[in-house]
């Protein structure tokens, strides 16, 4: 919000005094603004959004208005302007005109771990700014003993987590072990036994600050006899809990590298860590549509439809395998059947080759997007992997 007044402020200024813009001033705008269409600097040099519109004159990198208010915790690195609004001295375009954001890139990004995590626009808050202070501060990319914390294939430390029945947040030692294949946790610091054993094949983690109500809030997924076990954890520093984040992508890369020697870096990458495809409210009703409805969590995760009673439940009261259209599984705006104790007007079907399931949106844009979201899941082929994992979920049921 501050920054969102302080560049209105600056367009009124800016105005206001454009009448008496000295004609070095001016010709240097004139240049900014023909630097921002050179290749590389029409996207913020950290998060990739389009059109910034600020600049750091002393790291000669273009980027967004919300990747500046991240640089503006690092001012005794980072010098911003605005673009368009600010004033600029020769010295100041000039250093911009010798660099701009692809020779940031190359000069920054030198040796970037193919597993590190490289934030977008849409990413949290503490992504973003973990890799703003890698790149600039830290120099990780250009000192590889600086990235040990997150590559050297053993990580051990304390995390807060939630605890599975009373909800409270409580300190826990992790052991993250590549040569085991394993992410551990022990209820005592002390303890000889792990309380949970979560196998890195099929480990997920995920930030969700908003769900969790913490900015660093992250969200760990595994599969315990074929059913999502969830666990929700986060640390005071920022860096910590992003070191654990790409340790963990650290030991799935090489784990993904031995389970598949053919595949490429850009096949394996997408397959580290994964957000969901959608999460939020919906109603359902038992098998036989007779059931009241009842309001649930949903998580699509790929192909698996998870429902919780509460966001933060440790385990999934039911899952839904969605499959291709191929396989003789479809999505239908509406319910199909009559149903009782129904809340929610905007119904989604889906058909699976042995039953239907029935759930209710509370409005209709949600139903909009829950059915795009599905159509889209159901369109794409599957693949051979997901084969298998249909038929768990047809032995289990």
């Known amino acids: 919000m501050y920054w969102s007044m302080r560049y209105t402020e600056q367009v009124v200024e800016r105005t206001c005094t454009m009448a008496t813009e000295s004609t070095d001033e001016k010709k240097n705008r004139q240049l900014l603004e023909q630097l921002l269409d050179k290749p590389g600097n029409g996207t913020c040099a950290d998060c990739g959004a389009p059109d910034p519109t600020w600049a750091s004159y002393t790291l000669g990198v273009f980027i967004c208005q919300s990747c500046s208010g991240l640089h503006r915790n690092i001012t005794y690195i980072s010098k911003l302007k605005s673009v368009l609004l600010d004033p600029w001295s020769d010295s100041e375009a000039e250093f911009l005109a010798s660099t701009g954001n692809n020779k940031a890139k190359a000069r920054y990004e030198q040796n970037v771990p193919p597993f590190y995590y490289r934030p977008t626009h849409t990413d949290c808050t503490l992504l973003r700014e973990q890799w703003i202070r890698a790149r600039y501060e830290r120099n990780e990319f250009a000192c590889l ?39 551990k946790y022990y209820n005592k610091h002390d303890a000889k036994e792990p309380k949970a054993v979560m196998k890195i094949n099929t480990l997920n983690a995920t930030f969700q600050p908003t769900k969790i109500g913490n900015a660093h809030g992250l969200q760990l997924t595994y599969l315990n006899d074929n059913s999502t076990r969830n666990i929700f954890v986060y640390h005071m520093d920022g860096k910590e809990m992003v070191d654990w984040f790409n340790a963990i992508r650290a030991a799935r890369f090489h784990y993904l590298q031995v389970a598949y020697p053919g595949a490429s870096i850009s096949d394996l990458v997408p397959q580290l860590t994964r957000n969901y495809i959608k999460e939020g409210h919906m109603e359902k009703t038992g098998p036989k549509h007779k059931e009241g409805f009842k309001k649930r969590w949903f998580t699509l995760d790929d192909r698996r439809l998870m429902y919780f009673k509460d966001p933060l439940d440790a385990n999934a009261r039911g899952e839904v395998f969605i499959g291709s259209k191929e396989n003789n599984y479809l999505v239908l705006p509406g319910l199909s059947s009559p149903c009782q104790g129904l809340n929610w007007r905007f119904g989604v079907t889906i058909v699976t080759p042995d039953r239907k399931f029935l759930f209710a949106c509370e409005t209709e844009a949600e139903q909009r997007d829950w059915l795009a979201v599905f159509h889209r899941v159901v369109n794409r082929p599957m693949l051979p992997q997901e084969y298998a994992v249909e038929a768990r979920f047809k032995h289990r049921s």
């Open 145 to 183: 003993e600086r990235q040990e914390p997150y590559s050297s294939g053993y990580r051990e430390g304390l995390l807060w987590k939630r605890g599975k029945d009373n909800g409270q947040y409580l300190s826990r030692k992790f052991i993250l072990s590549e040569r085991e294949g394993v992410l």
